[in-house]
């Protein structure tokens, strides 16, 4: 996670990545909210939902076209990125040249969140939580 901060730094704010509830809020990661209490608060779910749902379609759609990402990927952690990339770039050409990829089952439409409790917070962690939640709001 920590490489995913450091690109996300970069970008002083304007930028910022989905999570799930099992994942701690952060200026540079979004969660739902775990008890919605107004409209605006379930209309950010819903959103979040709507959005979580295609992010998880494309990983169906990855996993799919390349089994690799499915399994026990058998290098070494350092190279995962690297077969990641690789991946979404043999998609992106196969894609430009028309070569198109269904998926074989539907991805169930699943937006289910789990809430996954979280203890030992440093002070920088339960800063960067209020930072994420003040973000969430705007």
């Known amino acids: 996670m920590r490489g995913i901060q450091d690109v996300v730094r970069r970008y002083d704010g304007d930028v910022c990545l989905l999570g799930d509830s099992g994942y701690g ?3 540079w990661l979004l969660t739902p909210f775990d008890e919605p ?3 605006r608060e379930r209309n950010y779910n819903l959103t979040h939902a709507k959005e979580r749902v295609i992010i998880e379609r494309v990983f169906g759609l990855m996993k799919s076209r390349f089994p690799i990402l499915s399994s026990q990927v058998r290098i070494a952690v350092k ?3 690297n077969l990641v990339i690789s991946c979404a770039v043999l998609h992106n050409v196969a894609k430009h040249l028309n070569d198109a990829w269904e998926l074989e ?3 169930e439409n699943d937006v289910a969140e789990e809430n996954v409790p979280v203890y030992n917070l ?4 339960i800063r960067n939580r209020r930072r994420g939640q003040q973000k ?3």
């Open 25 to 27: 809020i952060t200026p």
């Open 37 to 39: 209490r107004n409209a």
């Open 79 to 81: 190279n995962v990125p």
């Open 105 to 107: 089952d539907e991805i």
């Open 122 to 125: 440093d002070r920088n962690e």
């Open 136 to 138: 969430r709001l705007e």
